[in-house]
């Protein structure tokens, strides 16, 4: 017998790490998502009593993947009616029950790419790579987006029934479109990520699982830049999480507390990044993770290579124009160049109304008249960004600025 506390540990990080590829190993073989998700659940609840019993299998794994195939041949053995059952049922018997000895993460591979494919919605590519990929429960991501369960459930529904009845390959995209599809992956990942980041909503579960995610990729995907790109984004900016709120209120970056930054997430995502930029091959998630470190190893904000980082969002606007990129390149352009030459930045993209509605617009522009003085009119643009600020931290931090004025 074994420890139940034992078993129960081993089963969760078992959880964590093999149920994306069980499902997608049975999804491979019969199409059927509804089939390998429920197999896939008795599976693991099986194991909670078999290890008591028998020890912690070496490859939990394999294990675990024969346990759901075993279940799905039985299912259907009770229930073939229909063409479609018959031919699920003969797949399963004829592939041989135990698993080869080595992991074969093309199944997981073809699992995130059709999960995150362009003819869904993109809310469902959301939805259903947390279901199948991470086993969030239907209630664990209704609750995450703040919608209702039922609504959450048929959003799956009809995305499973979308890559049926649309024919949507169970496969990695050819070379010619993989540039394209992949940018659509890294978009689902890097969502699920920011979504987790407010630690306010308390959605922080979603960032790790954003995180996990990424380097699931970076291991099926080794030799794509930009999926290590993003995973050293991702590092950079969790290692600063502990620091954004104090009280419930917003801390900008230069007023961080650096000693609470997680030095050894700094550290994985600079290497990370330096791996992704070793191939010669550049893009967006790339450069904005090195924004991330120009940030993050400055001792101090006095520290920070400003003029860098304004090249940085240059070379970012190039490649992934935005009006929320020019932005940010406006504010490094302030403290790199002088306060009017980002002020001016800033008036333009107003004038051009690409960024109405957005509160980081007059946030940034009162910051920045604070700074050269120009109290009143700051005063003005901070009760503008208070109006359309969407949360209580930053709320608060708008509201403190507006009154130390």
Known sequence: MTAPETVRAAVDAAYRDEWGQVVATLIGLTGNWDLAEDCAQEAFAAALATWTRDGVPSRP???????????????????????AKVRELAVLERVPIEPASEEIPDERLRLIFTCCHPALPFQARVALTLRTLAGLSTGEIAKAFLTAEPTMAQRLVRAKRKIVEAGIPYRVPP??????????????????????????????????????????????????????????????????????????????????????????????????????????????????????????????????????????????????????VDLNRAVAVAMAEGISAGLALVDELAESGRLDGYYLLPATRADLLRREGRLTEAATAYEEALELAPTDAERRYLKARLHSL
Not at 63 to 76: E, G, K, M, V
Not at 198 to 216: F, K, N, S, V
Request: proline content about 5%; glycine content about 6%; charged content about 25%.
């Open 61 to 83: 794994g394999a294990w675990l993947t024969t346990a759901a195939r075993h279940r799905a041949i039985d299912q259907l053995r009770r229930d073939t009616k229909g063409a």
């Open 175 to 324: 070379a010619e479109l993989l540039p394209q599809r992949l940018t659509a992956v890294l978009a689902v990942l890097y969502l699920i990520f920011n979504e987790g980041y407010d630690e306010q909503d308390g959605r922080r579960a979603l960032a790790a699982e954003g995180i996990h995610l990424a380097r699931t990729l970076v291991r099926l995907m080794p030799g794509e830049p930009e999926v290590r790109g993003l995973l050293a984004l991702m590092l950079l900016l969790e290692a600063r999480r502990a620091s954004r709120t104090v009280d419930g209120v917003l801390v900008t970056l230069e007023n961080q507390d650096r000693s609470l930054w997680d030095h050894a997430l700094i550290a994985e995502g600079v290497a990370t990044l330096d791996e992704a930029l070793a191939m010669r091959s550049f893009g967006p998630y790339q450069v904005q993770a090195a924004i991330a470190a120009c940030h993050s190893t400055a001792p101090d904000a006095d520290a920070t290579d400003w003029p860098q980082i304004a090249a940085l969002y240059a070379e970012l606007a190039r490649l992934a124009p935005s009006p929320v």
